[in-house]
């Protein structure tokens, strides 16, 4: 029988466990717990679609529908489902660390019935 390290989510030592169906459930069960109670919690992830209605031209103001914090790396802009990189592809606009709901599309338009998708993090 094939044994593994145990995984104890308290302070308990490490030791060898057989493998059988009841020790993978439990450890099944610890992971989904401390998946739930303690990642989850504390990740909260926003994802928000668009269909750009009207063509977004390159270097000027455009509002987002959520508020993001300027330079923390906390929001992720989508188009047509490709990631776009921030200070290539897009800037964010706003002093660093202030509230801001306004992004540019640096040097590209965006046009009419493209797919936008923010996710804030």
Do not use: H
């Amino acid at each position: 029988m094939a044994e593994l390290d145990r995984i104890g989510w308290e302070d308990e030592p490490s030791e060898k466990t057989p493998i059988d169906s009841g020790n993978l459930k439990q450890m099944e069960n610890n992971t989904e717990k401390y998946v739930k109670e303690e990642i989850a919690e504390s990740l909260e992830i926003t994802r928000i679609t668009t269909i750009v209605d009207e063509e977004i031209k390159e270097n000027t103001d455009y509002t987002i529908s959520k508020s993001y914090t300027v330079g923390k790396n906390n929001l992720l802009v989508f188009f047509e489902g490709c990631l776009l990189k921030k200070d290539e592809n897009y800037i964010e606009v706003g002093e660093n660390n202030s509230t801001s709901t306004t992004i540019q599309f640096k040097d590209w338009d965006v046009p009419v019935g493209s797919k936008l998708e923010f996710i804030y993090k």
